[in-house]
């Protein structure tokens, strides 16, 4: 049984590791106070956004378990492509109803101590709303006992991520941490996981 397990720990581990790496590269690599401020704020937003996408996912993923152990080929299909459509329209609806007032948010929420940063607001949220379908292709992954698919996709992510945080965050800040992160998302979960699921 921890054999078995051994690949999802593994891939799980990883995902932690992308949720936190990037404040601790931001914090190590970036000397204005403030920037890292404004980076740990809007990240705590974008992590809680990809947190509920997660959770919507997971009733789903465990009927797409389901049918992929029982052989159901023809509801697996409709299901994954309905629930891809419900996770986009959730994540773009919460972005979409975000956006318009996230400047007065962010002024109440920081007491007007910190600037609202608007490109890195705007990356990180859209980012979250892009990969949001992706996230259907985790799910099924982990319950289809995908588990040697989702380590090497997860480590991927976090190679690509932390080669492109070195390239970018010296440059562009935070900002290069935020296109790291979406970018790192799309190269790997929906170049590689979601196109591998989707094939099969």
């Known amino acids: ?48 956004l990809r ?19 029982i052989g159901d080929v023809v509801r697996l299909r409709g299901l994954y492509a309905y629930g891809s459509l419900f996770i986009t329209a ?5 972005v979409g109803g975000l956006l318009p007032f996230w400047s007065d948010f962010f002024a109440l929420w920081t007491h007007d101590s910190i600037p609202n940063d608007a490109a890195l607001t705007f990356t990180l949220l859209i980012g979250s709303a892009v990969v949001a379908p992706s996230l259907m292709a985790l799910g099924l992954a982990n319950h289809s006992n995908r588990g040697y698919l989702l380590v090497r996709t997860k480590g991927v992510q976090l190679g690509v991520f932390l080669v ?8 562009l ?8 992160i979406v970018a790192s998302d799309l190269l790997t979960q929906f170049g590689i996981l979601t196109l591998v699921i989707v094939r099969q």
Not at 16 to 36: H, Q, T
Not at 164 to 171: Q, R, Y
Request: negative net charge.
């Open 1 to 48: 049984q921890l054999r078995l397990a051994l690949p999802f720990a593994v891939a799980n581990l990883t995902e932690i590791a992308l949720a936190n790496a990037p404040m601790l590269l931001v914090s190590a690599m970036v000397a204005d106070r403030v920037a890292v401020a404004q980076w740990g704020l809007i990240r705590v937003i974008s992590g809680f």
């Open 164 to 171: 492109l945080s070195a390239v970018l965050i010296p440059w």
């Open 51 to 69: 947190g509920v996408c997660i959770q919507m996912t997971l009733p789903i993923g465990a009927e797409l378990g389901h049918d992929f152990a």
């Open 90 to 94: 959730m994540a773009s609806l919460i």
């Open 173 to 180: 800040g935070p900002l290069g941490a935020a296109i790291a």
